[in-house]
């Protein structure tokens, strides 16, 4: 069942994290865990909470691909975080995802949030669920990446790649965002 993200008080500021990388060669020259202290350098971080099993993930996957390679080179940094349980569904767990940021040649760190301790302080609730910081790491945009759905159009990244283009010219995005919509994050019971 779909649910929607609960969009987050844009102004906070990004909550600390380091946790293991499923593809540890992908920047940092294979450093095995990445903190958000890791990409001090980029003006602009998108944290997106997503994974291997929701359609609604796999449906804005090749997008995120696109998104990191046309912004590589222009202070943005795509960081992909997922929280699932992997005894609910093991195509989430830390080996199946460094098979699947492998097979797609995730150009984007992939992190493993198994306490989801860092889904909790973000307030993440579905995947993808989306969370963009400016360079003084206050949120200034959250939701959706775009208006398609599996099975409703394909993706663009309208949303998301307004709220960069607006951010790198030095303004602020429209305050005006709709929520993600995606498949619930699978928490732990025990």
Known sequence: MAVSSAMRE???????????????????????????GDYAFADIVAVIFT???????????PELIRLANDYAGRSVQLIAISANDPTVYEEDSFPSMARRATEMAYPFPYLFDESQDVARAYGAVCTPDVFVFGKDRQLVYRGRIDETRPGRGTPTGEDIRSAFEVLLAGSQPNPDQYPAIGCSIKWRTA
Request: proline letters at 16%; a negative charge; charged letters at 20%.
């Open 10 to 36: 844009l102004g906070w500021p990004a909550a600390p994290f380091e946790l293991p990388a499923a593809n540890p060669n992908v920047d940092l020259e294979g450093k095995p865990e990445r903190s958000l």
């Open 51 to 61: 994974c291997n099993h929701c359609p609604f993930a796999v449906h804005v996957e």
